[in-house]
């Protein structure tokens, strides 16, 4: 079994760095590119030549999902070294035309802001801070590109990894999976603290916001059954006991989403409101994550039946249905 190597790159969002991982064999494989900025690119190579090796001889590249971090800098690689970037059939658009991909998306999180009536200080700010991105995520050459679609398996490393499609922190992220070696890269699925359920919009309705947290706790339930020894996630360390971290993130959503509905009992109605309440202390950056996640427990309390939303003129309301009595 061939161990990555794995290259901590600089990264803006809250974790700090993003893994890049690299096998040697039978030909030089990335995981994953960072984004594109001069110190990712200094790092991504002084990680190279410590282990004798250099970003010309690159020969692949695996994109894991569409975010800026993973996939932004897999253009400038490929320019250096030539290498296939493989991408999913839900990532091949996002790296062939990423700024109108961009651009859409930050036109729907708009939608979503004033739908939650975010106030306009707040989300001014954010929404000319992820206008920013696009600086760091370069779009791909098709001559780069490889496909690869959510039923494949992926030939790296001397080896064939299942391609596993795990939404809910992104609606494109791919885990891949060993089962010889029981290896997994878990990409941003499973990560040392639990991941943020992005805000996202459905690819066939583009109106129509993805149910992220919903949809994480699903996979989450699917990967705690299956036999992994080893899981590289796309930020932090390697760990080994995937069950164990899954039980305890998803005890957390519950317990958060939990003092969502009391909030909601409390007679907070809108989106904003609530996240404000329950992100208190947050720093705006911060609280973009906890608005986020605050939608994703009113996705799963509206799922149990225990909040609905309405839409009005003004725009969403949340409220919570009375409980019969025992
Ligand atoms: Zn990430």
Redesign the pocket.
């Known amino acids: 079994m061939q161990t990555p190597l794995r290259i901590e790159l600089p990264?803006q969002?809250a974790?700090e760095t993003?893994n890049v991982y690299a096998f040697t064999e039978p030909e030089l494989t990335l995981i994953d590119s960072g984004e594109a900025n001069q110190a990712s690119w200094e790092a991504l190579q002084q990680g190279l030549v410590k282990a004798g090796l250099s970003v010309n001889e690159v020969r692949k590249i695996i994109i894991t999902?569409a975010?800026v971090?993973?996939i932004g800098m897999a253009a400038q690689i490929a320019e250096a070294s030539g290498a296939e970037i493989w991408v999913s059939d839900l990532v091949y658009d996002w790296a062939a035309f990423t700024a109108e991909k961009w651009q859409s998306r930050v036109d729907f999180l708009q939608v979503v802001f004033q739908k939650a009536q975010v106030p306009e200080v707040w989300y001014k700010p954010v929404i000319a801070y992820l206008q920013e991105i696009p600086a760091k995520w370069l779009p791909i050459p098709e001559k780069y590109l490889r496909r690869f679609s959510l039923q494949d398996t992926l030939s790296f490393a001397g080896n064939q990894w299942q391609v596993m499609h795990a939404p809910g922190?992104s609606a494109s992220q791919t885990c891949f999976f060993q089962p010889d070696t029981q290896q997994f890269f878990s990409?941003?699925m499973l990560?040392p603290i639990t991941?943020v359920a992005v805000i996202e919009q459905e690819d066939q309705v583009p109106q129509k916001r993805v149910p992220g947290l919903v949809q994480m706790v699903e996979s989450f339930e699917k990967i705690t059954q299956m036999p992994i020894a080893v899981s590289y996630p796309?930020?932090g360390e390697p760990f080994a006991d995937h069950q164990g971290l899954i039980a305890k993130q998803v005890a957390r959503i519950h317990q958060r989403k939990n003092q969502c509905l009391e909030v909601v009992r409390a007679g907070v109605e809108q989106a904003f409101d609530i996240a404000r309440k329950l992100y208190a202390d947050a720093s705006p950056t911060m609280l973009f994550s906890g608005f986020a996640m605050t939608l994703g427990y009113l996705d799963l309390l509206a799922a149990e039946g225990l909040v609905v939303q309405h839409d009005t003129p003004q725009g969403w309301r949340f409220e919570a249905v009375a409980q019969k009595q025992v």
């Open positions: 990264a969002f974790h993003v999902h975010h971090d993973h922190h990409a941003d990560l991941p796309g930020h």
